[in-house]
Nanobody, 124 residues
């Protein structure tokens, strides 16, 4: 069993930055790929970014490329999402997730454990 706790959400003006953190329990965190997803009101949950087990490979949805950066600190059992140049359309609840393999996937159904989510609101 893996438990995930997100933090770092909040309200920010357009153009601002936030850094989300996701702390994981369990000693096998370093064996897993991680992903960030988001869900806006009335919309389906969508893929944002993902990182491989070692952190050596990352992938982003087109709308956040060049603005968001995902990173993984296996020593701290934590994955981060640095979000810069935020836009109102980035407003959503952000979730981190664990995939119990070495490599990531953009399909949310491929992930095994989820955090409770953290709200990000970007005002115009």
């Amino acid at each position: 069993q893996v438990q995930l706790v997100e933090s770092g959400g909040g309200v920010v003006q357009a153009g601002g930055s936030l850094r989300l953190s996701c702390a994981a329990s369990g000693r096998t965190f370093s064996n897993y790929a991680m992903g960030w997803f988001r869900q806006a009101p009335g919309k389906e949950r969508e893929f944002v970014a993902a990182i491989s087990r070692t952190g050596g490979s990352t992938y982003y949805t087109d709308s956040v490329k060049g603005r968001f950066t995902i990173s993984k600190d296996n020593a701290k059992n934590t994955v981060y999402l640095q979000m810069n140049s935020l836009k109102p359309e980035d407003t959503a609840v952000y979730y981190c997730a664990v995939r119990r393999t070495s490599y990531y996937n953009t399909n949310l159904y491929e992930y095994d454990y989820w955090g409770q989510g953290t709200q990000v609101t970007v005002s115009s």
